[in-house]
């Protein structure tokens, strides 16, 4: 497991830490996206994230993923309900607070089974 820092947009042409991150992306068996619950569309936040991963190597895509909703401590219960829709049926997803421990051990679950 490594803990990487966030992928930008246009990181495949080096923005940011670039390919240097990138590379690091290589050597993990599953990757967890973490997007917070208050972005404007979390939807395109995470095919933002699929397409740099795509253009850098398409063979990351093969990888298993995780989606982990953030900041659920920030907003009221019902946004579960209404993000929920916007989030893509593919890949697992899990709601999460750092800050209550809201799915912290579902996440861990979740981790745990898709690297066992």
Same mark, same amino acid.
């Given at each position: 497991?490594?803990?990487?820092?966030?992928?930008?947009?246009?990181?495949?042409?080096?923005?940011?830490?670039?390919?240097?991150?990138?590379?690091?992306?290589?050597?993990?068996?599953?990757?967890?996206?973490?997007?917070?619950?208050?972005?404007?569309?979390?939807?395109?936040?995470?095919?933002?994230?699929?397409?740099?991963?795509?253009?850098?190597? %398409?063979?990351?895509?093969?990888?298993?993923? *995780?989606? $982990?909703? /953030? +900041?659920?401590? &920030?907003?009221?219960?019902?946004?579960?309900?209404?993000?929920?829709?916007?989030? %893509?049926?593919?890949?697992?997803?899990?709601? *999460?607070? $750092?800050? /209550? +421990?809201?799915? &912290?051990?579902?996440?861990?679950?979740?981790?745990?089974?898709?690297?066992?």
């Amino acid at each position: 497991m490594a803990d990487i820092p966030g992928i930008i947009e246009d990181a495949h042409l080096g923005k940011g830490l670039g390919t240097r991150f990138l590379r690091h992306i290589e050597r993990n068996s599953a990757l967890l996206f973490m997007i917070p619950c208050d972005s404007q569309n979390i939807s395109k936040d995470y095919q933002i994230l699929l397409h740099e991963l795509e253009a850098y190597n %398409p063979e990351l895509l093969d990888k298993k993923r *995780i989606l $982990a909703i /953030t +900041n659920m401590d &920030i907003v009221e219960d019902e946004w579960e309900e209404l993000i929920r829709p916007e989030l %893509p049926v593919e890949v697992p997803h899990v709601f *999460i607070s $750092a800050v /209550t +421990n809201k799915g &912290i051990e579902k996440l861990k679950d979740l981790i745990w089974d898709m690297i066992k």
